[in-house]
């Protein structure tokens, strides 16, 4: 009864730190074949009341909807995890969105 609030704004916390995070590159892992491909360098992440979009090079790499998303950060804080429900055919896709690195002064 009361988990759901709590995980619904923890959700919303993920959504808020990771909005407009610079992005090293980002991945699509291929579940069948155990493989990931790298789909784009140098991007960001953007975040509003209803899409995840990530952009890399100026080109539109992914973008979906927040209710078809799982989204959690790798436990080296280091990227996030997205598996997307595709809505009509019910596909699972994994990307993987690594961030830019900066040395903190």
């Keep these: ?3 759901k609030r709590k995980e619904g704004n923890q959700i919303k916390a993920l959504y808020r730190r990771i909005d407009g995070k610079e992005l090293k590159y980002v991945t699509k892992r291929d579940l069948e074949k155990h493989e990931e491909a790298v789909l784009g360098k140098e991007g960001r992440l953007c975040v509003n009341n209803e899409k995840l979009a990530i952009m890399c090079n100026g080109h539109l790499v992914f973008e979906g909807l927040l209710e078809n998303i799982k989204a959690g950060e790798l436990m080296s804080l280091e990227g996030v ?3 997307y429900t595709h809505p009509d055919t019910g596909e699972l896709h ?5 961030y830019k690195y900066y ?3």
Excluded: L, P, S, W
């Design 94 to 98: 994994k990307y993987v969105a690594y």
């Design 1 to 3: 009864m009361f988990g």
């Design 103 to 105: 040395r903190k002064v």
């Design 81 to 83: 995890t997205i598996d």
